[in-house]
């Protein structure tokens, strides 16, 4: 994809295609093209404007991937088909920094990079750790910061942690940063002891692991903390154990996609901005907070 074909133009008609509501099943479904009016939003930042490739300094439509219904970071408001949450906040911010359009594709998390690959988006904000693997195939640009965490049921009766995981039934999400970078090092430590590896369960999405986790067909669930801390709310007969690896997670943008001075523009005004502090702050995850959108920073 290069840097004409990165956005499409205004002109063109976006198809709509929402299907049912992402539940359980982890379904794709594609097409929120303009955020409600009462959206959180930003004016166009000059600044950030000018880095646009010259066939969008006149607008466009950035299409965005975000995974499946997650809260805090992602889902539908109730009764609705409309995305919300952090990550689709956070894109709506961008777009409106950058005077774009936006189309919000949701699709299941292992699928974006590929799918990005293919030239289907133009920018994922997907709460995606810049790992140096990932780095190979796009850009990064810091957004939040957040960590990993372990959920068990209430009152942690295995007596839980990260130092005790060997032989367990371990709930992940698919092509996530705990399966791909941390797992084979907890594997390791385990092999070191003389143990058995972890029997890793992999799922769509973390309701359906938490959803392992209740029915007694899995031991813990290792996912980011905002989304067991939210699971956690919902549900008395499960806390959150460990935690670690807090750190920032980033928007990933093809590389050849000729926007990447643009995104990082956008982001440094959109953290320094109030919308910023406000939709962190709604969430109850001023914790999460960054201070520089910083590109290209590896993490793990």
């Given at each position: 994809m290069n840097s004409t074909h990165a956005f499409r133009r205004r002109s063109m008609t976006t198809v709509a295609?929402?299907?049912?509501a992402i539940l359980l099943g982890g379904c794709a479904a594609q097409g929120t093209t303009e955020p409600p009016a009462d959206e959180i939003t930003m004016k166009p930042v000059a600044d950030a404007v000018a880095l646009l490739p010259d066939a969008l300094q006149d607008g466009g439509t950035l299409r965005v991937a975000i995974p499946t219904n997650e809260p805090p970071t992602q889902f539908y408001r109730e009764g609705?088909?409309?995305?919300?949450?952090?990550?689709?906040?956070?894109?709506?911010?961008?777009?409106?920094?950058?005077?774009?359009?936006?189309?919000?594709d949701v699709?299941?998390?292992?699928?974006?990079?590929p799918g990005m690959s293919a030239g289907r988006y133009d920018l994922t904000v997907s709460s995606m750790t810049p790992t140096e693997e990932r780095m190979k195939q796009l850009d990064f640009v810091d957004y939040v910061q957040m960590g990993s965490a372990l959920a068990v049921p209430t009152g942690n009766p295995q007596d839980l942690s990260f130092d005790g995981l060997c032989g367990k039934r371990v709930a992940v999400l698919k092509g996530s940063y705990q399966l791909t970078v941390n797992v084979p090092g907890l594997d390791q430590a385990c092999q070191d002891a003389g143990e058995k590896p972890l029997d890793i369960l992999q799922f769509q999405d973390t309701r359906q692991a938490v959803s392992a986790l209740l029915s007694d067909r899995a031991d813990v669930v290792y996912a980011d903390s905002p989304i067991l801390g939210y699971a956690v709310s919902q549900d008395s007969k499960l806390e959150v154990g460990d935690e670690n690896d807090f750190a920032p997670v980033a928007v990933g943008i093809p590389h050849d996609a000729g926007t990447l001075d643009a995104i990082a523009a956008a982001l440094d005004a959109v953290i320094a901005s109030p919308?910023?502090?406000?939709?962190?702050?709604?969430?109850?995850?001023?914790?999460?907070?960054?201070?520089?959108a910083r590109v290209n920073v590896a993490q793990g």
């Open positions: 295609m929402l299907g049912a609705t088909q409309e995305m919300t949450g952090i990550n689709p906040d956070i894109a709506r911010l961008i777009a409106g920094a950058l005077g774009l359009d936006l189309e919000i699709t299941t998390f292992d699928t974006i990079i919308e910023y502090e406000k939709l962190l702050a709604d969430y109850g995850l001023e914790s999460m907070a960054v201070t520089d």
